[in-house]
Nanobody, 123 residues
Framework: QVAESGGVMAQSGGSLGLSCTDS????????LAWFRHAPGKEREGVSC????????DYSDDVRDRFTISRDYTKNTLNLRMNRLKPDDTAAYYC??????????????????WGQGTQVTVSS
């Protein structure tokens, strides 16, 4: 069971942190990612981290503002979100996919998804 925590509300320019864990997969061997889905918009990849080498990728919109990290000992995935904007308001989802090489921001690559956690940024 992939499960997200954190989020909730912040003001524009503020910061929030998200975490993700899994009670079954332990994330060993899995490439992990964060996606978000805002009302009226398509789901988009936010950031990902590869299992093989730990390299990361970000969407252009969040690059330099968000930081993804994974704790291999605690089997958790984190997302630190700084300089938040109202456009960051969305439901954020953690995803895990069993594939090698570089990580991906394409949702089709991921097999396991959390239920999502809401992030709301006020102006």
């Amino acid at each position: 069971q992939v499960a997200e925590s954190g989020g909730v509300m912040a003001q524009s320019g503020g910061s929030l942190g998200l975490s993700c864990t899994d009670s079954v997969l332990s994330f060993t061997g899995y490439t992990l990612a964060w996606f978000r889905h805002a009302p009226g918009k398509e789901r988009e990849g936010v950031s990902c981290v590869a299992w093989s080498d730990g390299l990361t990728d970000y969407s252009d919109d969040v690059r330099d503002r968000f930081t993804i990290s994974r704790d291999y000992t605690k089997n958790t995935l984190n997302l630190r979100m700084n300089r938040l904007k109202p456009d960051d308001t969305a439901a954020y989802y953690c995803a895990a996919g069993y594939f090698g090489g570089a990580c991906s921001l394409h949702a089709a690559m991921y097999d396991y998804w959390g239920q999502g956690t809401q992030v709301t940024v006020s102006s």
